[in-house]
DNA sequence: TTGTACGCGTTATCAG
DNA sequence: CTGATAACGCGTACAA
């Protein structure tokens, strides 16, 4: 059932139906009507590929992630998928994984499925060298680029984000100022994020005018028992630590399993803040006070951004949020910030 | 840069670039590079909607599932489009939260959209009056209806889900032999795994020929908290139960809480099993014995009839995985299962 | 081995 | 208000 077959039924042609089906043109309300009977008797539904080849777009999103099985993405997966639902517009899937190759690959691969525009999930997208980021700014020539959580400064690149530097400084600060010196700072990834969360907490260091010892700094991408184990290890190396700043609630985790096998009382002994407030954060004992970087309205900005783009609109090129510390029971100094 | 703008480059017709670029007949060595070095040089794509046209097809499939951000669907995910990418399928997702009319609205956009075939990840989509199915045996008629996790016998309809009656059967008989009897079955939805579920539990009681109190089946669904409320009140009603099977590993972990605040041993003094093998497992304490019901494998499947099926071949109409249980800390008598 | 011409189902631009 | 017709870009019989 195509539109000529329906334009034959009503005795009218193709070009009225298409005016019927787009509702703009002025058509009669009789044949209007007739044709809608007919449209809906038939139950006709106008080809995709057919539009979308004279349109030049089906209004679909390519969302690229590392891993859709992560609680992080998989959230923003669904905030983000509503909110271009919500738009009309559909979204295709890509995870690929954690290789550098792929990720150019499958990028490539959404391009030439010719999506409206594509969404980069996750700060690891963004590396330090610029070199290698230079394949989504070549993108960006093509269709617009939407980077969450992360940032990258390039023509028709528009980055939704919360502060990871800035909240990361202040939970550390507070740490500091309440007594808590010997502070890890326990990330997975050299990622855009895991850089800023960095700096943060480098930074509250340097604010208060304190000596930083490198081997507070660890680089661990591992499960939640592998984190167990690191941290037992590190311990055992001598280095003393009663507080762990953790890029992520799953590395959390593990320093919170480091923290029961040590025997430490928490949080009076030994303190853990979590990063993404995910439901890592409410299934353990104690529940883990972690960082909510506000997903959702990260998500939403990304999608409204991305809207006013592809009408032709300008948009902020940075979109970013603060985020907020919610104290459960792996810490109790933050009551005051 | 289209196939005519090749093709003049190239000094031939499109009808020769076009078979080199799909590469079946033959050319002669000398042109077929010549026109391969043309398209390299302007890197050309050839333009998917007009393929997609005359092809009455773009290798894209509709996964429809009711929450992404789900562990047990965005694992779903995960193992689903990784298997189709390697079948060079796209994925278009959809999520529709827990309404009907949602489901049947997006599964019609899906449609719509022309996709070679739709999976429905959650045997939530499955409801228990074969009428409500309705809608998912006249989509078969026009794609390939895949289930994850569900079953639901009709033409072009295929079901790739693991025994969850058997698995549930056993793991209740498990606790009756080893002289669990005060047992609470805990379940979230009366979906088609959660009706399995609840026969194989009612199963057990069955074969033992034992009683059972219908105060023992609590279907519920709520979060973590709400869940530990609930056996709270439940206790507070006067049912005593020292074991927990549960539908899902969320409300598992809100059995853990209600027994972690009735300051119970466990295992000793109450069991608790958990369903899906989640995250949900591992981060608490004890970790949490669980139903592994093979998702991997399941998505595995499900793609692998769904190609077959596409490319024109039969597949089996259900396709059924046996379960395992994993033995974590929450109980202590499935050693010898 | 290569080229011509048509079909795929729309949208959009003209005339009328 | 309506109709004829040209794009849109590719695949593929059929012809050469």
Redesign the pocket.
């Known amino acids: 059932?195509?539109?000529?077959d329906?334009?034959k039924k009503a005795?009218?042609?193709?070009?009225?139906?298409?005016?019927v089906?787009?509702g703009?043109?002025?058509?009669?309300?009789?044949?209007?009507q007739k044709i809608l009977d007919i449209m809906a008797e038939n139950d006709?539904?106008?080809?995709a590929?057919?539009?979308g080849?004279?349109?030049?777009t089906m209004q679909t999103i390519g969302l690229l992630c590392a891993d859709s099985s992560d609680q992080f993405f998989s959230r923003a997966i669904y905030y983000l998928e509503r909110a271009l639902r919500a738009n009309h517009y559909d979204a295709i899937l890509s995870c690929t994984g954690a290789g550098y190759d792929t990720r150019m690959e499958y990028l490539k691969r959404l391009l030439a499925k010719k999506v409206d525009a594509v969404i980069l999930i996750g700060s690891s997208f963004i590396e330090a060298v610029p070199e290698r980021n230079r394949y989504i700014v070549d993108a960006a020539a093509e269709v617009p680029v939407i980077i969450l959580n992360g940032y990258l400064k390039a023509p028709n690149v528009y980055c939704s984000l919360c502060d990871d530097r800035e909240i990361t400084q202040q939970v550390t600060s507070a740490c500091l100022e309440h007594g808590r010196k010997e502070l890890l700072f326990l990330y997975r990834a050299d990622s855009y994020s895991g850089r800023r969360k960095l700096e943060g907490f480098k930074g509250a260091f340097a604010a208060a005018e304190l000596p930083l010892d490198p081997r507070r700094i660890i680089l661990f991408n591992g499960s939640i028992p592998e984190t167990k184990e690191k941290l037992l290890s590190v311990a055992a190396d001598g280095l003393i630590f009663d507080t762990v700043i953790a890029g992520d609630d799953e590395l959390a985790i593990g320093a919170l399993k480091y923290a029961k096998a040590m025997q430490f009382d928490i949080p009076s002994q030994f303190s853990i803040i979590g990063y993404n407030n995910s439901q890592f954060c409410i299934c353990c004992e104690p529940e883990l006070s972690s960082v909510d970087n506000q997903l959702e309205f990260c998500c939403n900005n990304a999608v409204a951004a991305l809207m006013s783009v592809l009408s032709g609109k300008p948009a902020p090129g940075k979109t970013m949020l603060s985020a907020n510390i919610l104290e459960r029971g792996t810490t109790d100094f933050f009551k005051f910030l």
């Open positions: 059932m195509n539109i000529y329906i334009s005795g009218v042609s193709i070009a009225t139906v298409s005016r089906m787009n703009n043109a002025r058509v009669s309300e009789k044949t209007r006709y539904t106008p080809n590929f057919a539009r080849l004279g349109l030049n």
